[in-house]
Structures are given as C-alpha cells and as structure tokens.
C-alpha cells in the first residue's frame, strides 16, 4: 500500500513539472487548428470580414465574464485617453492584421499561415531594435546572433513564398490524388484555391505583412499595458472595439444580408473555435507558462504549429509539400531558435552582470563599515 502511496506521488511530482510542456503543446495544437479550420471556412465560401467580426464577438462574449470576476478587484483606472489608445491599437493592430491574415488564406495554405507565423518574433525583435527598444551588440555573440536569426528567417519566409522545385511526399495516396485519380473529379480545397502562381504570391505578400502588423501590434501595446495592468480586463476591451471595428467594415463590404448567416457548419464552428480556444484559452495558457519558465520557454514551442498542420494538411487535404516548402521551413525555424538562443544568452548575462554589481555594492558597504570602525 505504501508503495503505491509513494509511486502515485511521483508520478504527480512528474506531472506537475511537465505542465508547462503539456500547456505549450496544447497551445501550438490551437495554433494549427486555427490555420486549418479558418482554411476550411474560406473554402466553403465565408466572407473574411465577416468571419473576424464574428470572431471577435465570440472571443468579447466568452472573455467578458472572466474579465468581470477576475478583475474587478484590480484597481487600475481607465481614462479616456487610455481607451482612445486602445481603440486604436485594436483598429491597427487586431482588426486589420486579423482581416489580412484571413483574407491571405483564400490564396495560400494553411501550412503556410502556420509557417509564417515563425517570423512574427523575428519582426518584433527588429522593429524593436529600430526604435531602440532592444538592445543590440555586434561585438558579443548574443548579438550577432540575434541579427543573423532575423536574416535566416526572413530568407527563409521569402523561399517558403516563392521558391517550389519538386514536389516531396512520402504518402503515395497523396501523388495518386494529384496525378488525377480523384474518384471525385475535382482538387482537393487546399490545391483549388491556391492554383494561380499570381494569386499564391499575392495571398503570401499579404500574410507577411499580417504578420508585420502583428509584429508592429506587440510593440505598440507594451507601453500600454505598463500604463494599464489589468491584462484580462485589457484584453476584452480589444476584443470588443476589434469586433465593433471588424462589423462596420464587413458590413460596408458585404451588402448581402444572407452572407451574415451561420448554420451548424464548419463557419460557425471555425469562428466559435478561434473566438474560444485561440484569443480566450490559449491566452491565458501562453501567461502561465511565461510566469512559470519565461518569454522564451514559450517562443521556443512556435515551430510545432507547422509541423502538426502540414501533417494534418497531407492527409485532410492531401496537400503536397514542395522542396521550396521545406528548405524555407527549415531556415525559419532555424532563424528563429538563433534569435531565441542569441536572447536567452543575453538574458543570462545581464543576470550575471547584475549579480556581479550587486556583490561589488555589498562589498563597498562591507568596506565602508570596516573603515567607519577603525576611524572610531
């Protein structure tokens, strides 16, 4: 009895420790889910301004209780001038690189969304040096690193969009399906809609630059949230004026009333998912694990999303990578990991030179009191 006591205390021991894991796998599922089920939806021919308005709702109404209970004793005011800030980094950050990200699917893939993403840390990290937010060294190793990271990711994006060669699939159904033994006489969703060599670099340049306006979204809001820390309560209100901003532009676009409707079908399904698991749950996953292991801990786990969705995508849609597809991968993933190692090893030795500071300050004081003894 005591033995199955003690074997059952260490498995919980192990399960605790592995959390923040099991957190971080779940979230970059989330990720891939999101990449493919919004594929799916604009497929099936729902309008992109209207699948990010009712998004947004779905993330406002499910995040809004949250933010009432768990918040309400958070004593951090909101101006006007606060929620004008907010109004427009949800117009400039959510609302237009959301609607581009989705417009972007109807012409690319969704193991490309998913590949993409990878270069969001890489343009934060620049943008941030740019406007000397972050720190960077040519002289020491972590630096050069950083800058080399962005470079290898930013090749690495522009060979995934532009550069295909041969086709690789390891699946022989998959060469079969696309020689035209498709009992069903059509392509499959992911290939019909990305045929067009013209429409794939236009649907590529306008998820880069999703990406940038995420990017270029994360820097604007780091101020803000010093200036207004209740992040839960920070959070809705960005749901609720991208959702406000997202209907008035899809209603100004989309003139048919009947493109408005949601049945019990994938539409409804992929925003209720998106507005659910990716801006509510997946959030406050991404929290615990930065409080727990730290900002790159999380960052380090971006590059599954690719590899599950471009799995998913080879047996759903039976979606055939190219050797463009893989080598651009491969130097994303590569380019970002060089930027995280290049700030963990910044990381660790600012920690060592605030250590060696504080040692030197409590030496000094150490120095002084013996002085101040031997003078009386």
């Known amino acids: 009895m005591k033995s199955s006591y003690l074997s059952l205390g260490v498995c919980c021991i192990y399960i605790e420790k592995q959390k923040p894991y099991i957190a971080m796998l779940f979230v970059q599922f989330a990720y891939a889910g999101m990449a493919l089920i919004s594929k799916a939806a604009m497929n099936g021919g729902m309008s992109p301004y209207i699948f990010v308005a009712y998004r947004q709702a779905f993330a406002t109404a499910f995040l809004a209780p949250f933010a009432f209970f768990i918040d309400r004793n958070n004593a951090a005011s909101l101006s006007f001038k606060i929620l004008l800030k907010i109004f427009f980094i949800s117009l400039f950050g959510i609302s237009l690189s959301l609607t581009l990200y989705t417009y972007s699917l109807n012409y690319t893939s969704a193991t490309f969304a998913a590949a993409t993403s990878n270069t969001i840390p890489l343009m934060t990290f620049l943008m941030a040096a740019l406007l000397r937010m972050e720190s960077v060294s040519m002289k020491k190793g972590h630096g050069v690193a950083k800058v080399l990271g962005c470079g290898i990711g930013f090749c690495g994006a522009m060979v995934f969009a532009f550069v295909k060669g041969p086709r690789i699939s ?207």
């Not at 306008?206 to 959070?235: C, D």
């Not at 590899?307 to 991968?329: D, H, P, Q, Y």
Request: neutral net charge.
């Open 170 to 376: 390891i699946l022989k159904w998959a060469i079969d399906y696309h020689k035209g033994d498709n009992i069903l006489g059509s392509s499959p969703p992911m290939v019909r809609s990305t045929n067009s060599h013209g429409q794939w670099i236009k649907g590529s340049l306008v998820m880069l630059l999703a990406n940038m306006v995420w990017s270029s979204w994360l820097i604007m809001l780091a101020p803000i949230v010093k200036e207004y820390p209740a992040k839960l309560r920070l959070t809705t209100l960005q749901c609720l004026f991208s959702c406000i901003q997202s209907t008035v532009f899809a209603i100004a676009v989309e003139r048919d009333p009947s493109s408005w409707k949601l049945g019990w079908d994938i539409n409804l399904f992929s925003v209720a998912y998106c507005g659910v698991m990716v801006t509510g749950i997946t959030y406050w996953l991404q929290v615990w694990a930065v409080d727990k292991r730290g900002p790159v801990f999380t960052a380090m786990f971006t590059p599954f999303a690719l590899i599950i969705t471009a799995i998913v995508s080879a047996i759903v849609w039976k979606e055939l990578l190219r050797f463009g597809n893989v080598c651009g991968a491969i130097l994303l993933v590569g380019g970002l990991y060089c930027v995280l190692w290049g700030k963990n090893k910044e990381a660790e030795a600012q920690e060592e030179g605030d250590e060696e500071k504080e040692q030197k300050t409590q030496s000094n004081k150490e120095i002084q009191v013996v002085e101040c003894i031997t003078h009386q």
